[in-house]
Structures are given as C-alpha cells and as structure tokens.
C-alpha cells in the first residue's frame, strides 16, 4: 500500500499500476473495512480502478493516525492463494430492436451472428471496478473481445436510461438518460439509479453483473414490477 496526501483532509491510498481483479478485491476489502469502522472523522471513501480517497475531519483524526490504523488492520491477499468470493447480479436485458440498435453493427464488426454476440455477452460475468461518468454508470472488466466494437463515429445526443452497451472492449449501462457514444446492444428494464431511495445505486463497486437476455413480454412485466417497487433483483454468491 502506498499513502498520499490529498490537500489537509483526504488521504490516498495506492495498490498498483494496472486494472487487476485482485487489486479491485484488495480495494473493496479495505473500502468495507472503513466502512464498517463508522468512524466519525471518516467522512466519505471514493474507491477507483487501483485506488481509494479517504475524506476525513482533519480535527478529529491526523493522516498519519488514519495510516496507521489502516496499515496495522488491512493486510492485503496474496494472488497466489487467494479465492475470490464474488457477488453476482443478475441483469435482465432485452437485446436487439429498437431497444439495441447497434447489436447489427457489433455482429457484423465481428463476424457473428446477432445470436452468437448475445452469448458471448450474456456468458462473462462482469467485475464492478467503480461508479462514475453518471450516477451509477459502472465501469465492468472482463469482457470478451470477440464482441469488441469501436464506438460510433458521431455520439448519439440522447440514450435511454438502462441502455446496455459496447465502447471498444467494455461493455456498460447507462443508468440514466444522457449522451453517449457506445455501440448499443440491449436494455435493461432495472433501474440503476433511484436519487430518492436510501440506497440509490443497483450496484456497487467490486460486485459482479451477469447479463441474462429476456423477450420483450418478460421485459414489460419486469418495467412494471421496478415501476412499482415489486422487483426483487437476482443476487447470488459465488466462489472462484
């Protein structure tokens, strides 16, 4: 672990150079860890790919007392022993048509058959790395780059909410309506982001997602339960 001052109040903590799943496990271990301190002088934790910003109340705790009780309580896993217990969320999608525009452009880059791109994208199972662009907009890792596809040369100005889609070799949703220039394949009925709700966001760093493609009857049915809060989202341990 390596410690940085950010200003008088945040302090940083680096793990590495690179997007790794173990990096991202040893973030989440020690993102949790503070969070469960409840301690008053933490006042906020941004994890990111390789690293965390710990904002703190500069009067009630010192970096260097924060530093220490992180060093002296987060040990890092070794990558050569370590099994990675993984939380999967379950995301419907409805692929193609109108709510997938782009899955014809993703086939046809590739050489597949719209068929074959589904599987592919519906098989990996998706590492959460961090929240951002938008409100809940998550930044997965592990696709595969047989359905890798550039994205578009001119960015559409408005992309529905729960629109699943392809940029280069990342796959994502946008959780809310916004621009965005991804190859898009499906969408989701799941609301990714409720400001109104006490926890607003449908996933969390360092979780996992797992696309499960739905005909369009199922899609409405979903809408409908999520419109009325009825939904009770797929969530599943798994050990690797």
Request: proline fraction near 7%; include cysteine; aromatic fraction near 10%.
């Amino acid at each position: 672990m390596r410690f940085l001052k950010a200003g008088d109040s945040s302090l940083i903590i680096e793990l590495g150079n690179e997007i790794s799943p173990l990096i991202n496990h040893n973030l989440k271990k020690i993102t949790d860890y503070l969070d469960s301190l409840k301690h008053p002088a933490i006042k906020d934790l941004l994890p990111t790919y390789r690293s965390i910003i710990v904002y703190y109340n500069p009067l009630l705790i010192s970096f260097e007392e924060l530093k220490s009780i992180i060093e002296n309580n987060c040990k890092l896993d070794d990558p050569s022993n370590t099994s990675i217990k993984k939380l999967i969320v379950e995301i419907p999608v409805l692929y193609g048509g109108e709510y997938g525009p782009d899955i014809e452009n993703i086939a046809s880059h590739n050489n597949l058959t719209i068929e074959e791109v589904i599987n592919i994208h519906t098989s990996g199972e998706y590492l959460v790395y961090m929240l951002g662009f938008t409100p809940g907009f998550p930044y997965l890792g592990g696709m595969d780059k047989r359905i890798a596809t550039p994205r578009l040369k001119t960015p559409r100005t408005k992309i529905p909410g729960g629109s699943v889609g392809i940029a280069g070799e990342q796959t994502g949703v946008y959780p809310i309506e916004s621009p965005g220039g991804w190859q898009l394949l499906g969408r989701t009925p799941l609301n990714f982001f409720e400001p109104t709700s006490e926890n607003p966001f449908l996933i969390n760093a360092g979780e996992y997602i797992k696309f499960k493609a739905i005909s369009e009857d199922e899609y409405f049915k979903i809408y409908e339960k999520v419109k009325n809060k009825t939904y009770t989202v797929n969530k599943y341990w798994k050990e690797d």
